[in-house]
């Protein structure tokens, strides 16, 4: 501990002393005369993004996009380019440092839309992706190495192909260095922990009398783990209740605890040794000794779930051209990441109600409480046999936690060439190839058999199992940390998935004017391209013979390819231009065609133009008509069980209808001998998700309307603003929009020949539901509308001297999900979570900056902002037509983060940074939040160099 404060101090003093001595430095360093035509012209290049193929700069695009440049990726100082991307506000958070859930990727969510509708791509071209639905990892894609990112939103698959729903995100590549740099950074936490650091080099330069360059880039960064025990906000495990008539938060838990549990509907309404009444959670094993079960007995998983997510990565890339001859350049880009990434989760929660039918309890353990094997003997052994008709629960903590240990070998080369067809039509052909191979070794998991095995013991010696296995002792099961290491190491497993995923993608383009008119040059983009996706996923033999537990349950292999050819084409044409009220007029049109192997033919187009009635105005408007096949995983994985949170609404509560009652009794299994106690045991039900060959293609169509304000009277200000709007139809998803969906579908309508009524009839003998099957389908309707801002400004306050400001923001107007035709379309923007809505969907986002530069220093100061947002289950509500929940906490509040950083060049060829993140310790909401959009960590920071040689 001793060490850690000091650490820490040194690394505050250390930033607060460079931040000092940068400001004096600032603040005496001597006047230099700086070009201003050579700053415009650097901030125009900041902002250049294509937006089509057709080369053209951010302001003139008709597509709302935005640009991350590279003096906003040095002043961000991170190396985890989901970060850079989840500060805009274009951006719903995906996956990344901070999750703890999917496949431990790092993702962009544009529009809040999903990650599989962004397509993210580097230099223009498809990146392998990191699972079987060809979602990339961005942990893949160094920031340090990234020249710029180019964020297109709203559909572009007449443009970049499938998957561009949402928009796509290009990550443009440095690729032609000269020289040496070197270069590093050390961050930490307020606290303490949650270190990070990186150390890398670039080096590079010409060759052949320059006619080519070639680039090196190598990198080691290392990411601690960080555990929610570590920080208060995260320890807290609480449940909305009413007390008193008046909403409130208890303490609660999940109903498998480590102490364990004994169910059954015979046990319902008998009393404990207290006097208590036994309720449908059953018989609770606390220290004082056996009792009923109180919800302030469920187990807090919180405190073992990360935070921060640990990550070791190694990197190495090669980039280079060549002039083969005047007109002819051949091109390359090749790179290798591993990455090794841990994720915890609580202890693996085994049921016997789920996974061992017919299960019985043997009242011979010896470990059981003499009481209970009376109580137990009197009221449930009616046959004398010694064995009793009751459940287990036992959260299985004595064996540690769930981990999952992936290590990710990732490669991709590119090979191509380019060249001049003319003098104002270029051509250029390609080929590239990624390979992605993901091995997951899951440590905490339990085989099912044996656990079986544990509980039958030898009538002989009832401290030996009945079965012929000398390695098997009866379980002790009864209470917290009452297994022994030889019980634990019969029942405990470690087990292995690997994946494995390839990508091969040739195309060719020519793009450049094909003439002039008088309004100006008429450019065109045509080309072909051929990809072939592939993919394999072999789970641990455990997990497909059903014979083991542990983050996953009853996994199949998954294996599958598809492949595309694709023909498209762009056209920019000046109609009017330097007229009377027509500054510029111009149309553009393009069109793709693909032929999927798997959904066939399909199009994809767009038409739009702008118009400028002077100079300093134009206006601007987009319609796209966007594609996206199904992907490897939604055609072809097999059955898998998942196990998401719902509600049955057969649980005997006060809202429960007569009407519900007897449908639960009569058509959905619900014995009528429990039906007026029934409880679900567990808020997750068990599901079997799976693909559908069947599937087809998504469709989606997207508006956007703008305006682009560059005023003359004002130098240096442009403002840009646009509308957007788009659907999508067709959308791909579990039947029904997921298990709570399809519970409150067949709610609507109660009745089986409701097609959402027959999956709940899987059930157990005592009413639970299980293995409700959930497979793909074209079901789906998603819908999103917003206003996105966004204003830069400079402003010279002397010769070397100037401040720099921008602020982004959107304004979100809908978000609206519809799981199936027969389900209500909940409208999420401004709600977060409830099972309804999922991440943050806050209707105002914003983030502004304010820079001062001044000769070698630079200060920057960065704010975002999150309006409060509200529960999801008051989206819910409204959306089915019922009362709004009483609920203690029902939003969020509004969300402030300060970001403050500083570079410091010390010579031409030397600089240091620093910055602090989260400036004034902003805690997460209470409550109410997800560890996507919200900071989790607190106040942290970081100093760091780079050196040129």
Known sequence: MKRVGIHRAALKCGSALFLTMAVTSAAFAQDQVQDQDQAEGEATESIVVTGSRIPRPDVESNSPVNVIGEEEIKLSVTVESEQLLNALPQAVAGQGAQSNSGNLSATVNLRGLGAVRTLVLQNGRRIVGASQDGVVDLNLIPPSLVSRVEVVTGGASAVYGSDAMAGVVNFVMKDDFEGFEVGGFYGISDEGDAARYNLEFTAGGNFDDGRGNIVFHGSYFDRAQLVGAKRDHAIVFLADAIVNGQPTLVPAGNGVTPQGTIFSPQLVGLRDRAGTAIGTAGIFFAPEGWRAYRASDGFNDRVFTNLQMPMKRWQASVLGHYDLTDSVTAFWEGSYVQNKINSVLGAVPMSSSGFIPGFQLDLRNPYLDPSLREFLRVNLDGDGNNLV??????????????????????????????????DRLNWEVFYNQGENKIVDRQGGGVLIDNFANSFLTNPANPFDCAVADPRCVTINPFGFG????????????????????????????VTGTLFSLPAGDVGISVGAEYRKESSQFDPDQLYVQGKALSRSAGLSPTGGSFDVAELYGEVYVPILADTPGFELLAFEGGARFSDYSTAGKVYSYKMGGEWSPFRGLKFRGLYQRAVRAPNVVELFSGA????????DFCNADAGRTQAERDFCVNSLGVPA??????????QQIRAVTGGNPNLQEETSDTWSVGAVIRPDFIPNLQLTIDYYNIKIDDAIGSFGGGLQSVINACNANLSLTNIFCQPLRNRTPDGQLIDVPLLNANIAKLETSGVDFRLDYRYNLREGSSLNYFIAGSYLIEAITQGSPVAAPVDCAGYIGGGSCTTANPTWRITQRLTWDVDNFQLSLRHRFLQSTKDGRIAGAI????????????????????DLSANLNVTEKVRFFASIDNLLDRDPPFYLFERETFDAIGRRFTVGFSANF
Do not use: C, W
Request: charged residues 20%; hydrophobic residues 35%.
């Open 640 to 647: 898998t069980n998942t196990a998401p949170q719902a509600l």
């Open 389 to 422: 008709p009751v459940n287990i629960n036992r959260r299985l903590l004595d064996g540690g936690n769930r981990t999952s240990d992936q290590t990710r070998d990732f490669y991709r080369i590119v090979l191509g060439l380019k060249g001049a067809l003319t």
């Open 482 to 509: 009452s297994l022994t290491q030889q019980m634990i190491d019969y029942i405990s497993t470690d087990l292995t998935n690997i994946t494995n995923l390839k990508q091969k993608q040739i195309g060719a383009s």
């Open 673 to 682: 001998s429990v039906i007026n106690v029934f409880q679900q045991e567990n």
């Open 879 to 898: 959306a089915s037509g019922t009362p709004r929940p009483l609920l203690a906490r029902p939003e969020t509040g509004d969300v402030h983060y300060f």
